[in-house]
């Protein structure tokens, strides 16, 4: 059974309750099936760690006693997953602050201001009304997930660590009693290699050396 510092792969497919609307998923032909355009090399299993904060709370803590090749369907109130709506997170603005930044604001667009992003709700009369809820606040969702895989392999749970903080699978993995090194062929940001170290120590193996370079 699946504990809580486990290194796990999940497929999933994300919904809002209320109009069956899909908002994320793993699976390629959902892609095909809901005709939304993405890029179908993105759409993999995710890595999760039920202790670690890779994606909701509630998702993460679904997977404690769980197996692998488990599927179940889990329902989500807005509390545990984006929140509720604050109506107090809706706010006007003149259309001459977006002028000033060469924005040309309409209905729907993400936007950042001051230092927050916000979808615009409407525009007019000189005014532009903007959320800075998420734009998933206040609403019921449902996941349908799939254990996929319990990585029990070290080099493997590194990898998927790797790809969590960059996106991207590592080019090698080289592993040994006390060492980690992952060869890739991009520079990494020295804060998201620390983070991978911090996470391989935690998950993988305790006292790791780890070190990034470049393929």
């Given at each position: 059974?699946?504990?809580?510092?486990?290194?796990?792969l999940i497929n999933?497919?994300?919904?809002?309750?209320?109009?069956?609307?899909?908002?994320?998923?793993?699976?390629?032909?959902?892609?095909?099936?809901?005709?939304?355009?993405?890029?179908?090399?993105?759409?993999?299993?995710?890595?999760?760690?039920?202790?670690?904060?890779?994606?909701?709370?509630?998702?993460?803590?679904?997977?404690?006693?769980?197996?692998?090749?488990?599927?179940?369907?889990?329902?989500?109130?807005?509390?545990?997953?984006?929140?509720?709506?604050?109506?107090?997170?809706?706010?006007?603005?003149?259309?001459?602050?977006?002028?000033?930044?060469?924005?040309?604001?309409?209905?729907?667009?993400?936007?950042?201001?001051?230092?927050?992003?916000?979808?615009?709700?409407?525009?007019?009369?000189?005014?532009v009304m903007v959320?800075?809820?998420?734009?998933?606040?206040?609403?019921?969702?449902?996941?349908?997930?799939?254990?996929?895989k319990v990585i029990?392999?070290?080099?493997?749970?590194?990898?998927?660590?790797?790809?969590?903080?960059?996106?991207?699978?590592?080019?090698?993995?080289?592993?040994?009693?006390?060492?980690?090194?992952?060869?890739?062929?991009?520079?990494?940001?020295?804060?998201?290699?620390?983070?991978?170290?911090?996470?391989?120590?935690?998950?993988?193996?305790?006292?790791?050396?780890?070190?990034?370079?470049?393929?």
């Open positions: 059974m699946i504990g809580d510092d486990d290194v796990v999933f497919v994300g919904k809002i309750k209320a109009t069956g609307q899909v908002i994320d998923f793993t699976y390629r032909d959902i892609a095909e099936k809901e005709k939304i355009d993405v890029d179908k090399s993105d759409l993999s299993p995710i890595v999760v760690i039920p202790s670690a904060n890779y994606t909701l709370k509630a998702i993460s803590k679904s997977l404690i006693g769980k197996n692998e090749g488990d599927k179940y369907t889990l329902d989500l109130k807005p509390e545990d997953a984006f929140g509720r709506f604050n109506p107090r997170l809706v706010k006007t603005y003149s259309l001459d602050a977006f002028r000033e930044n060469n924005i040309k604001p309409s209905a729907g667009d993400i936007v950042s201001l001051d230092g927050m992003t916000a979808t615009v709700m409407s525009v007019g009369a000189g005014r959320n800075f809820n998420h734009m998933l606040a206040g609403k019921e969702l449902i996941y349908d997930i799939e254990v996929f029990t392999d070290d080099a493997e749970k590194a990898a998927a660590i790797f790809r969590h903080y960059t996106g991207k699978q590592p080019d090698k993995v080289e592993i040994n009693e006390s060492n980690v090194r992952i060869l890739y062929k991009d520079s990494i940001d020295k804060h998201v290699a620390d983070a991978i170290a911090d996470d391989i120590d935690k998950y993988v193996r305790k006292g790791f050396k780890v070190e990034i370079t470049s393929s």
